[in-house]
């Protein structure tokens, strides 16, 4: 499955980097979201964009920034991290707004913060 | 806010053995997702139910959607080596989809 893809795939970082995650789909879908799944945790939604706007942010800290400069692209600035930021960060899209529309995601971005 | 409960949350069988996880939410749904998440991958949707009393059918796979449409089923028949994995249900309504937290699936061969 090609439909959204995600980079980098891994990731070590270190407390005060910055790096960024990227996210896109290919399929014409008009919603994207950022989730991070950790280990033994559920699905925790982090964003949500639709049309290129913000539509939810659930409560996440300053240090994580998204960006979604069109709707094929969605971005996840990370900065001062911390270990327990480390998981899989998964993006999702959906033609429309989750509620009704299946969601399809991206392999992930394994990321591991020391 | 919208809850989505899901249990099992860990269930090992032996090979051939059935298999179901069951998806409970505290408010009513307008649809219900099925997910399948393989060690190592990521969530890869299955099924959506939008129905109520709804029965659908994927080879060995059927997933049921309550009248109240506040629960789901999925149930596996004769389970392989290939089934072993995070199963997720998702309750949309309101422009959101909630998801379960799993129920990871091992088979023993």
């Known amino acids: 499955e090609t439909g959204v893809t995600q980079t980098p795939r891994h990731l070590v970082m270190g407390m005060t980097n910055k790096k960024s995650l990227k996210c896109e789909q290919h399929l014409g879908h008009n919603a994207m979201y950022w989730y991070k799944q950790s280990a033994k945790k559920p699905l925790e939604l982090m964003f949500v964009?639709?049309?290129?706007?913000?539509?939810e942010n659930n409560s996440v800290p300053s240090r994580f920034s998204p960006e979604c400069p069109n709707s094929s692209h969605l971005f996840l600035h990370l900065h001062t991290l911390q270990p327990e930021d480390s998981a899989l960060y998964l993006c999702?899209?959906?033609?429309?707004?989750?509620?009704?529309?299946?969601?399809?995601f991206g392999p992930g971005t394994r990321l591991l913060v020391l | 806010g919208q809850q989505v409960m899901q249990i099992p949350q860990y269930q090992h069988v032996q090979e051939g053995e059935d298999f179901t996880t069951y998806c409970n939410s505290s408010t009513t749904l307008s649809n219900i997702q099925w997910y399948k998440q393989r060690p190592g991958g990521h969530p890869v949707f299955l099924i959506q139910?939008?129905?109520?009393?709804e029965v659908k059918k994927q080879k060995r796979l059927t997933f049921q959607f309550g009248e109240a449409k506040k629960n789901s089923s999925l149930h596996i028949t004769a389970t392989q080596t290939t089934d072993v994995g995070t199963y997720f249900c998702a309750g949309g309504s309101n422009y959101k989809l909630t998801f379960g937290k799993g129920t990871l699936l091992t088979v023993n061969p």
């Open positions: 964009y639709n049309f290129k706007e913000q539509t």
């Open positions: 139910l939008v129905k109520s009393g």
């Open positions: 999702a899209s959906s033609r429309e707004l989750a509620g009704a529309g299946t969601q399809y």
